[in-house]
């Protein structure tokens, strides 16, 4: 009897026992004629679903995908400073995050390390960046203290724009990501600008 291990996104895993090609969840019991990687595990009960070839329940049409110095402490900053929750690290063979995924109010940020031999670098490598992410913010002042607290440097202090956003400009020391941080704040302005 062979054992196939699945790692489900809490991070637990089952067991299933595989015996004349088909195989049964080791804590339910239950048949599943074929393994792939659509068979997943819910509370015990095995079942195969069909695969979404978009994958619409994880991520976005447009996921945006960092090349960082070093995965698990840009991912630690993320989380603690702007409050995105941890989907998920991948670490390669050598035991180092090679992979991760962040989630906020329903936006995926992944999260790579360099690979010179694939000519992906970071920011920081290169000294400069040509993208910024804009991140809305219920508080932008306490957002941009927090990032400041945790290591962030202050690119432009915390304003009201004409274009009616309050709105602070930081860099991630870590990787030399721009963060553009606005909170909404006045549609009539807006509206007056054309927007």
């Known amino acids: 009897m062979q054992y196939i291990t699945i790692g489900l ?5 089952e067991a299933l026992a595989c015996s004349g090609g088909e195989f049964s969840c080791a804590v339910c019991g239950q048949l ?7 068979t ?7 079942y195969a ?17 960092l090349t960082v110095t070093d995965v698990k402490a840009a991912a630690d900053f993320y989380q603690k400073a702007f409050g995105f929750a941890k989907r998920g690290i991948m670490n390669g063979p050598d035991g180092k995050a090679i992979h991760a995924e962040l989630t906020l109010r329903g936006t995926t940020l992944m999260l790579g390390p360099e690979m010179a031999q694939m000519g992906s670098r970071s920011a920081k490598t290169i000294g400069a960046s040509p993208t910024s992410l804009y991140l809305l913010t219920e508080k932008v002042d306490k957002t941009v203290a927090k990032a400041v607290k945790l290591g962030a440097v202050l690119k432009g202090p915390v304003m009201d724009m004409f274009w009616g956003d309050r709105c602070g400009a930081i860099v991630d020391p870590r990787v030399i990501f721009g963060w553009s941080l606005p909170t909404w704040q006045n549609s009539h302005l807006r509206k007056c600008n054309g927007r």
């Open 32 to 38: 599943t004629p074929k393994f792939s990687s659509n």
């Open 49 to 65: 679903q069909k695969i979404d070839p978009l994958n619409k329940k994880l991520y976005g049409s447009v996921t945006a995908m």
């Open 9 to 13: 996104p809490e991070g637990l895993t």
């Open 40 to 46: 997943c595990l819910t509370k015990g009960v095995c």
